[in-house]
Each structure stands twice: as structure tokens, then as C-alpha cells.
């Protein structure tokens, strides 16, 4: 662009027809969408870089339906007065999770920071030193906790803590025990975590509140073929915690939001935290959560892209990556399929993985960090890993239609 500029400012250099295809490359560059589709060939399969989870189409369609018109978002079809938001889920995710109440708000970040704030506020929230966690993008949980006015009482050690820790840290200065899902990460050897359900006893016993941001929000059983259990939100409340929140874009696979879930008059009271207003969602995102809590209710939950992915089921992975490689061989670019694995990602199941067949591109040249380059700047972009000191693609992530699309980019990367 300054280039471009310079040159028009500095007199005519150029000729006018390269002066009107250097300008027309310029308009064409600036137009392109910074934002645009891409494949995701990694096997991460909610990918924070890539959007994490992609959406079921009827979630797309119910928010293009709702995109281009006017919505009863905040009006009660039946009395005609002003309703809430909430109410085009809230009574979904009771049935599917067992809370007495559920709203929803921007993402898992901001209903983290509401129930806080609403909650807690001035008061002291006991937490284990194991789980003061860092999730990314700077939301780290003793930060989040001194935004939302609570005071942090940290119990236990890195590695291990006991609900009796928690029992000793209680107070009448004492709102709430937090307990966090470490999501991202793994402590292994020595360690102690106290159940869920010990800590909801002694939460009863001293009249505070359990409070559990349980991170990734998972509606069904995860438990795909060599996949760990992740905590339900339904097992979750019934062990005794008071509110829930988590994120609807991770393993429950709808779009970016962030869901409260719980007793009734704790919600409201987060709901009515001015906070509240500041973290709504929109009706899109509405729309889309709704359609995909849908599919769960009907039993259609294998319709959810994530799911879907998570539950590939071998042979089929192994003959897509079989195709894939002959392709490539066929259009000159060598190609060979290898075993490997995939990961669920997304600050959910960490040091899970799921066993896949990769694509490895055997090609000399370009060499392969120039070849992850290439596959980035093809149209659409392919975003691929290198293991081995080789390129390989991963057809778990590949949605179904973008096989030809795939092959293609990456024999243009290839030459
Ligand atoms: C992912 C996560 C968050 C943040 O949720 P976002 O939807 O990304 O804002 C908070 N806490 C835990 C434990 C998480 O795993």
C-alpha cells in the first residue's frame, strides 16, 4: 500500500496500464476478508486459533434465519410484555443438565467473572493452589478474582489439597469455596484433589455457597475410545455445586458463550449484577445455541461437528487418509499415510489424545516449514502440523466436503 502511494505520489513511473493493475492489486488485497474460511488439517479439534468449534449446520441456519430480520429476543409472544433473552434456552439446558436455572452470556471468561462479581463480591472465596490456573489471552484466575471483588484465599499446594484445607480456611468472612477444572493441563505423580461432592458437604455444613467453573461444559459422556471421563454438568450439580459455569464452545460444540447454571435465586442475582448487561450475548449466538442444544434434547448429539470428530471411528479415518495420500501421489506429489493422533484441544481433555491416520507429505521440496507456509496462503488456507520433520494432515478435523478443496491446495503448495 505505501509502496503503492509512493510510487502514484513520486509521478508517473510506471506506464498507465501497470499503474492501473499495480492500483487494482492494491483494491483486490485490501477487499480480501481477513476473516475467511480455512481447513483445519491439524486434528486439534477445537482449536482457539481456528474458532474453535465449528457449528452444526441447523445452528448456522437458525442464526442466518434470525440474522436478516426482527426476533422476539426480548418479547413475550404470549403476554406481549418484555421477556428475557435467557428463556430461548434457559429451560433446555435445566432439562438437559438438571439446574433449576441457566443463563447465558458472552463467553466462559465473562460468566466466570459475573458469578464472582454477583456472588462473591467483598467477600472471601477459598480456592486450592492448584487450581489458580492460567486458561490464555491473560485470564488467569487470581486476576479474574480480584476484578470481580472477591478476596482469594489460597489452601492446599500445587499438587495436592484436601477438603479439609478448605474446612480450615472457612470464616464468616467466607462467601464461597471455588473449585476450577484444570482444563489445560495435567498434574501427574503425586497429587490430591478433593472430590466435588466433599467440598458441597462442607459448603452445607458452614452455610456458604460451592461455586465451580468447570471449564469446558460437556452435555454427554466423552468417553470416545481411549478418551478420559471429563465432568459433566449434570454430575456436577447433582455432586452439590451451587452455580456452574462453563463455556458452550468447547465440548459442548455451539458457538461462543458462556453458561450459568444452577439454583434459581443465584442465577437471578447474576442476571441482575449490572455486569450482566456487559457480557450479553446477541441473538446469533442465541439462535445457534439453541439449535445445537436442540440436537442433545432429540438425541441427535452425533450431528455436533465435535462429536462427530471425536467419534470418527477408525477405519474411516484410515481409508479417507488412504485416499488422500493415493491423490497425491497421482498428481506427482509424494505422499504416505502413517498412524498417529489427534487432540480434543480447546482447554478441554488435556494430554488426551485420539489415535488417527495422518497424511505425510514426503516431498523434498519445499522443505517443510516453507510447505506450512504455502499451505497457509492457499485459497482457502490449509493450516497443517509438522511431526517428524514432515508435513502431515489430519482428515479428523477435515470436514467432509473439503477433501477436494485440500488436495488441491496442497499440490499448488507443492510446485
Ligand atoms: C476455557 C475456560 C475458561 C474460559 O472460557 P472462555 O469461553 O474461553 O472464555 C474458563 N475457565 C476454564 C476452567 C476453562 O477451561
Not at 15 to 24: A, G, L, T, V, Y
Not at 110 to 129: N, P, W
Amino acid at each position: 500500500m505505501q509502496r503503492t502511494l509512493q510510487q502514484e505520489r513520486g509521478g508517473p513511473l510506471l506506464d498507465e496500464s501497470r499503474r492501473w493493475s499495480s492500483i487494482e492489486a492494491l483494491v483486490a488485497d485490501m477487499r480480501t476478508p481477513r476473516l475467511r474460511p480455512v481447513i483445519n488439517a491439524t486434528g486439534v479439534i477445537l482449536h482457539t486459533n481456528l474458532g474453535r468449534a465449528p457449528l452444526a449446520r441447523s445452528a448456522a441456519e437458525a442464526a442466518s434465519l434470525l440474522a436478516t430480520g426482527y426476533s422476539n429476543l426480548e418479547l413475550d409472544l404470549r403476554s406481549g410484555k418484555r421477556g428475557s433473552r435467557h428463556d430461548a434456552v434457559a429451560h433446555v439446558l435445566c432439562q438437559l443438565t438438571g439446574a433449576a436455572a441457566a443463563a447465558v452470556v458472552n463467553n466462559g471468561a465473562a460468566a466466570t467473572l459475573l458469578m464472582l462479581a454477583a456472588l462473591t463480591k467483598g467477600r472471601e472465596v477459598i480456592v486450592s493452589r492448584g487450581e489458580l490456573i492460567e486458561i490464555g489471552g491473560a485470564f488467569r484466575m487470581p486476576d479474574i478474582m480480584r476484578l470481580s471483588g472477591a478476596k482469594m484465599v489460597e489452601v492446599g499446594t500445587t499438587n495436592r489439597t484436601r477438603a479439609q484445607d478448605f474446612a480450615e480456611a472457612i470464616t464468616p468472612r467466607t462467601a464461597a469455596l471455588l473449585s476450577v477444572h484444570p482444563s489445560n493441563f495435567q498434574v501427574v505423580g503425586f497429587t490430591e484433589r478433593p472430590e466435588l461432592s466433599a467440598l458441597a458437604e462442607l459448603a452445607r455444613q458452614h452455610n456458604v455457597l460451592l461455586l465451580y467453573d468447570l471449564g469446558s461444559g460437556a452435555l454427554r459422556e466423552s468417553r470416545a475410545p481411549g478418551l478420559a471421563h471429563e465432568p459433566l454438568i449434570a454430575e456436577s450439580l447433582e455432586a452439590g455445586a451451587d452455580v456452574v459455569v462453563c463455556s458452550a464452545d468447547k465440548l459442548l460444540g455451539g458457538p461462543q458463550a458462556g453458561l450459568l447454571l444452577g439454583r434459581a435465586e443465584l442465577v437471578a442475582k447474576c442476571l441482575k449484577h449490572p455486569l450482566a448487561r456487559a457480557v450479553r450475548v446477541d441473538k446469533l449466538t442465541i439462535a445457534a445455541l439453541a439449535a445445537t442444544l436442540d440436537l442433545y434434547i432429540t438425541g441427535r448429539d452425533d450431528q455436533v461437528p465435535v462429536w462427530k470428530m471425536i467419534r470418527a471411528d477408525r477405519e474411516s479415518l484410515s481409508a479417507r487418509a488412504g485416499r488422500w495420500a493415493e491423490g497425491l501421489n497421482l498428481a506427482g506429489v509424494p505422499a504416505e499415510v502413517r498412524s498417529g493422533y489427534s487432540a480434543v484441544g480447546g482447554g478441554s481433555l488435556p494430554g488426551e489424545t485420539l489415535p488417527t491416520t495422518l497424511v505425510m507429505i514426503a516431498a523434498e521440496r519445499p522443505r517443510p516449514a516453507q510447505l506450512l507456509d504455502r499451505l497457509r496462503l492457499q485459497s482457502p488456507p490449509v493450516i497443517a502440523r509438522i511431526e517428524d520433520d514432515r508435513v502431515v494432515l489430519d482428515p479428523r478435523t477435515v470436514l467432509p466436503d473439503e477433501d477436494e478443496r485440500l488436495l488441491q491446495a496442497v499440490i499448488a503448495a507443492v510446485r
